[in-house]
């Protein structure tokens, strides 16, 4: 066997054996002999041999290291065995996370000014998931806290690096929640979905509708965020 199909075992053996990920740097170390070519090159030739439809598994890099991951359209499968409590975040926490991702380092009052309210609550929330980090003090008066993104943010969004964040300027304002048409929910009435007859009936009621369920929910995640932040 040529060398270079030696050290493609290798790593792909490396790979499945530590589920978490390499980094290129430990592959290299772990294989005597060898450079950053060798380990370039025979991830290259994996990543070929795991794009056919052969392959169930495909090579990935997050947050700078390497990992054999199954392919999406094999998910179902997966469920059945792998039960994972999915990492959820509220619209207040995206759109806080968001500003942080593309701004940092950034203080609080510096998120707060673009959001338009207070995110003491949030940022204490995306802390404690560690999707965020304190980096530091800004060199102003009353040296406040500068935050980041952390590696767990990257893996969760399938991030290799900030660099793979997609540019600002390929974001239109239609893909703006605020830019969409709002549709109302229609509350059916009551009375004549049991048969009874009414003056008016059949016409719909002013204070039959109600806001946009998306709405009142991004009103209610930031109220719970903001007694917390009170605390």
Request: aromatic residues 6%; proline residues 5%; negative net charge.
């Amino acid at each position: 066997m040529a060398k270079s199909g030696k050290i493609k075992n290798i790593v792909e053996a490396l790979l499945i054996a530590f589920d978490n990920g390499l980094t290129r740097q430990e592959l290299q170390a772990s294989i005597d002999g060898t450079d950053a070519r060798d380990i370039d090159e025979a991830l290259s030739a994996l990543k070929a041999e795991c794009a056919g439809e052969e392959r169930a598994f495909d090579i990935k890099e997050v947050a700078g290291k390497v990992f054999i991951a199954t392919k999406p359209e094999y998910a179902p499968w997966v469920k059945n065995l792998y039960q994972r409590q999915p990492e959820r975040l509220t619209g207040p926490s995206l759109e806080t996370l968001a500003i942080i991702a593309y701004k940092q380092p950034v203080t609080r009052a510096e998120v707060s000014a673009i959001r338009g309210v207070e995110v003491g609550g949030v940022i204490k929330t995306l802390l404690e998931k560690e999707l965020i980090d304190i980096r530091g003090r800004k060199d102003v008066i009353g040296k406040p806290l500068l935050y980041g993104t952390t590696d767990k943010f990257l893996e969760l969004f399938g991030l290799n690096s900030l660099n793979d964040l997609p540019g600002l300027k390929s974001f239109t304002e239609e893909d703006l929640e605020f830019a969409k048409p709002q549709e109302h929910v229609i509350v059916e009435n009551t009375e004549e979905s049991n048969g009874a007859a009414g003056p008016g009936q059949g016409e719909e009621s002013p204070s039959a509708r109600m806001e946009p369920a998306v709405t009142k929910e991004s009103a209610d995640d930031e109220a719970k965020e903001s007694e917390l932040s009170q605390e």
